[in-house]
Nanobody, 126 residues
Framework: QVQLAESGGGSVQVGGSLRLSCVVS????????VAWFRQSSGKKREGIAA???????NYADSVRGRFTSSQDKSRKAAYLQMTGLTSEDTAVYYC????????????????????WGQGTQVTASP
């Protein structure tokens, strides 16, 4: 059974940084695509970053240049380093996984992903 577990959320001041982790279990391949999504209160879930097994990444315009996705295949974990946080980044952050990132479909589209973590809250306040 595929399971994902996020951690690392919390409360920071505007301008601060956080690093989210996503540990994956129940998969045998290390070539999967791990994507990060977030959902603010009253808004649709937004895809913000994706990384494939080779380390290739893609970012939404809203986070490009501030957020960095990485992975540790030996630990079956992916990470999202977030810097320059603003109040607009306040949301519940989720990781999700699928077999491939960029060869098919939309890597930052919610409907492309079957397996999700439970989410972790990130709050940036003045």
């Amino acid at each position: 059974q595929v399971q994902l577990a996020e951690s690392g959320g919390g409360s920071v001041q505007v301008g601060g940084s956080l690093r989210l982790s996503c540990v994956v279990s129940g998969v045998t391949s290390t070539a999967n695509c791990v994507a990060w999504f977030r959902q603010s209160s009253g808004k649709k879930r937004e895809g913000i970053a994706a990384i494939d097994g080779s380390g290739r990444t893609n970012y939404a315009d809203s986070v490009r240049g501030r957020f960095t996705s990485s992975q540790d295949k030996s630990r079956k974990a992916a990470y999202l380093q977030m810097t320059g946080l603003t109040s607009e980044d306040t949301a519940v952050y989720y990781c999700a996984i699928r077999p491939a990132c960029f060869q098919i479909g939309e890597p930052l589209a919610e409907y492309e992903y079957k397996y999700w973590g439970q989410g972790t809250q990130v709050t940036a306040s003045p």
